[in-house]
């Protein structure tokens, strides 16, 4: 029997040591095909490249059995190009990450690593983001690998919903010392900006988005919940993003 | 009594047709604060400039009483920006476009117009997202005007749900032809891309992004049905993006 084809992107870049973390387990398991940003494309959201072209050009990081392309547009493009250009099949499951910080919460909303899950889902591809709740480049990634691949066995045995995939967060802990996997909701949380004001060398004001995380959510099915108390969260997240308990409040407008 | 606080922003220029159709409309109805991108930034989906720095100054294109600003950086973090940095109080209202070209069904996720009103959302403002469906740079407005007065008028009288914003998207068509309101959900269509591979000067390989619409929904209640039968679709969207109904089927995984 053929080994199950793997799509494998992120948006920290193709370099990035949380992207060959997940290509060192996924490639013991199918046939790995990497199409990735070619540099950091963190907090691109569901963006795509509209006004400019696009390279994307095979490279050779390591020498395992995958094959890789390096591609100068976001996530989203990374995972069309490969879906209809680059594959000559569609592959049978497509994952993102290791992303180096969480996207739990409303984070999934900005997280480049889970638009390019939600946009293999679009394309009828089983998909999953993996994010590890440390921002370091030289972050350990000893765990996430025993989570991604019990993660990648468990949907590539047992499928996914159509119009769903996934969102993994794992906390920073030992292996041994995290306590199992919550399936969850996404917390109602958001951040609150504080923009960094400054002035360029010319005196014109400049400014850096910074801000602080709050949880309003004090749910025990949250992401937030399962995080802070040592479990990996996983959360089905869906592209139909109608708020359809709103329906009945529109539909008593007199328009 | 004092008028409301209207925030305007868009995805496809401070200086666009479409935006500039929208003040004038709402700055008959409240006092308004334009923050917009100094350039084209459609399909930027969520995204959020975390590497580099931002400008946003403030600029003066038409003798209307409104204020206005020109920022570096994407749809959403004009929002952000506005409602940390420029305004001295949470606005009444934030209104995004009116769009050059459709943002139903599936392109709600692709698009800068639509992540703004889902950022104003986010942060408790009521908001709303204006398309009309014509990409050309000197498409009609005036039926849209029609429109947006309409929507503005019934959302800053009856609010609407936390947690939810609207995408509002209106068939090019005059304003008299127009059958009217429908309150719908997201049609289930996606792009099927057609990437057009080329050769740069030097030989090397480039692409540009094109596709094609595809509906898979034949539904009487979409986005998709109301603009194809001459009615203005609302549609209600949402930021928890959790897929709800697919919990209890990984609840079943033995992880």
Redesign the interface.
């Known amino acids: 029997m053929s080994k199950p084809l793997i799509l494998v992107s992120n948006d920290d870049g193709i370099s990035a040591p949380g992207i060959r973390a997940l290509i060192d387990v996924v490639r013991e398991i199918g046939d790995v095909v990497v199409v990735a940003p070619d540099g950091?494309q963190?907090?691109?959201?569901?963006?795509?490249?509209?006004?400019s072209?696009?390279?994307?050009?095979q490279i050779h990081i390591d020498d395992g059995p995958q094959t890789e392309y390096a591609c100068s547009g976001?996530p989203?493009?990374c995972v069309?190009?490969a879906?209809?250009?680059i594959l000559d099949r569609k592959p049978d499951l497509c994952v993102s990450g290791i992303n180096h910080g969480s996207n739990s919460s409303?984070n999934?909303?900005?997280s480049g690593t889970m638009?390019a899950a939600?946009e293999g889902a679009?394309?009828g591809i089983p998909s999953v983001g993996f994010s590890l709740l440390d921002y370091s480049h030289d972050a350990d990634f000893s765990a996430s690998k025993e989570v991604v691949k019990?993660?990648v066995e468990?949907v590539l045995e047992?499928g996914?919903?159509k119009?769903?995939c996934?969102n993994v967060n794992i906390p920073k802990l030992p292996y041994n010392d995290i306590k199992?996997?919550k399936?969850c909701?996404?917390a109602?949380a958001?951040w609150?900006?504080?923009?960094d004001?400054?002035k360029d060398p010319t005196g014109?004001?400049?400014?850096?988005?910074t801000?602080s995380f709050q949880n309003f959510d004090k749910g025990n099915d949250t992401d937030e919940w399962a995080l802070a108390n040592g479990y990996v969260s996983?959360?089905?997240?869906?592209?139909?993003?109608?708020?359809?308990?709103?329906?009945p409040?529109?539909?008593k407008?007199e328009?």
């Open positions: 950091p963190s907090g691109m959201g569901h963006a795509i490249t509209l006004n072209t696009l390279r994307c050009d976001t989203v493009d069309k190009l879906v209809s250009t409303i999934v909303i900005y638009s939600v679009l394309e019990s993660i468990k047992e996914l919903p119009g769903s996934l199992g996997y399936i909701r996404q109602d958001n609150v900006e504080d923009f004001e400054r014109r004001t400049y400014y850096w988005l801000g996983v959360v089905p997240v869906k592209f139909d993003i109608t708020a359809h308990e709103t329906i409040f529109l539909k407008w328009l």
